[in-house]
């Protein structure tokens, strides 16, 4: 499989995970825009939201995620992030019922008792899928929902572009990258018993233009993506 080190063209002094997110909390929520993300989730149509009465959130950062699906009726959420300073911010906005700092791979939390699991925006720090998947499969109950966003590798290979940010001195840093393909994402899925029941790619439009102006280049290609997976056999056609 291709490595993101092979498209790399930015060249950026590289940090770990929990350094660069607890470095990037201060401007996160400047940054990240809801185009790359919540755009996304509002395009789902297989997810009953409000039937959700308690979720998983994997990797759940400042809690934009959390706030966009308690503006849509889930009633419970639990997050897992790994970073104290993102923790701070999440618990400073309010959505979330719990929260705990922890590897979204190995969470901790009570297995089975989640109607929804979701991952946005953190897959491409993870060197092997299959623990997130599984991880996911062990919270949530049999025909339970797991929504994963991710950053799509199409966009990575194309423009060499790291999940990055500036430190406090401006100077600019790539956290820990893996490029993964659209199918090991379906093969790490289907090997942790789950069910693909929908996928959505969220182009470059000129929505996106809006709020990132210098991204002309970019128009047309795929940023994210997101994929719905269901515990077990689909019921969904």
Not at 43 to 64: F, H, K, N, Y
Not at 125 to 141: I, K, N
Request: with cysteine; aromatic share 8%.
């Amino acid at each position: 499989m291709p490595t993101f080190s092979q498209f790399d063209r930015r060249g950026y002094a590289c940090v770990d995970v929990r350094t660069g997110y607890g470095e990037w909390s201060a401007t996160y929520e400047r940054t990240v825009e809801d185009v790359m993300d919540l755009a996304l989730l509002d395009r789902l149509a297989t997810p009953d939201w409000s039937g959700a009465r308690r979720a998983a959130d994997l990797g759940c950062g400042t809690g934009r995620t959390a706030a966009w699906l308690r503006s849509r009726g889930v009633i419970a959420i639990d997050g897992v992030d790994l970073t104290p300073p993102m923790l701070a911010l999440a618990r400073r906005r309010g959505a979330h019922d719990r929260l705990i700092e922890a590897d979204a791979t190995d969470t901790g939390l009570p297995g089975g008792g989640y109607d929804l699991a979701v991952s946005c925006l953190m897959d491409e720090h993870l060197a092997d899928l299959a623990p997130l998947y599984a991880e996911a499969a062990r919270l949530t109950r049999p025909g339970g929902l797991f929504v994963l966003v991710g950053y799509h590798p199409h966009f990575m290979m194309m423009s060499g572009m790291p999940t990055h940010y500036r430190d406090g001195t401006g100077t600019p840093r790539a956290i820990t990258t893996h490029l993964h393909l659209i199918g090991e994402q379906v093969a790490a899925g289907l090997a942790a018993g789950w069910s693909l029941i929908e996928m959505r790619e969220n182009v470059v439009d000129e929505s996106w233009l809006e709020v990132k102006p210098r991204w002309g280049d970019f128009l047309g290609h795929p940023f994210t993506f997101a994929l719905v997976w269901q515990r077990g056999p689909a019921t969904v056609s």
